[in-house]
């Protein structure tokens, strides 16, 4: 499904991308120019940054 029209991106392009460690929507927008033209993707594409990316374990120091 296209995700941004103004740029012809797919939903499967971006959770590869997200997958490879394009892990903001400013990295995406370099990689995959989403959101770039008129922004109406950009509510998506949030989405789709929420839903797929690698979370980080947050590590605590011991004091
Ligand atoms: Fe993505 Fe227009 S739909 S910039």
Same mark, same amino acid.
């Given at each position: 499904?296209?995700? /941004?029209? /103004? &740029?012809?991106? !797919?939903? &499967?392009?971006?959770?590869?991308?997200?997958?490879? =460690?394009? %892990?903001?929507?400013?990295?995406?927008? &370099?990689?995959? =120019?989403?959101? !770039?033209?008129?922004?109406? %993707?950009?509510?998506?594409? &949030?989405?789709?940054?929420?839903?797929?990316?690698?979370? !980080?374990?947050?590590?605590?120091?011991?004091?």
């Amino acid at each position: 499904m296209y995700v /941004c029209v /103004c &740029k012809a991106v !797919t939903d &499967k392009q971006i959770k590869s991308a997200i997958s490879n =460690g394009y %892990c903001s929507r400013k990295d995406l927008n &370099k990689c995959l =120019g989403v959101g !770039t033209v008129c922004g109406k %993707c950009s509510p998506h594409v &949030k989405q789709l940054l929420d839903e797929h990316r690698v979370q !980080t374990p947050i590590m605590w120091a011991a004091a």
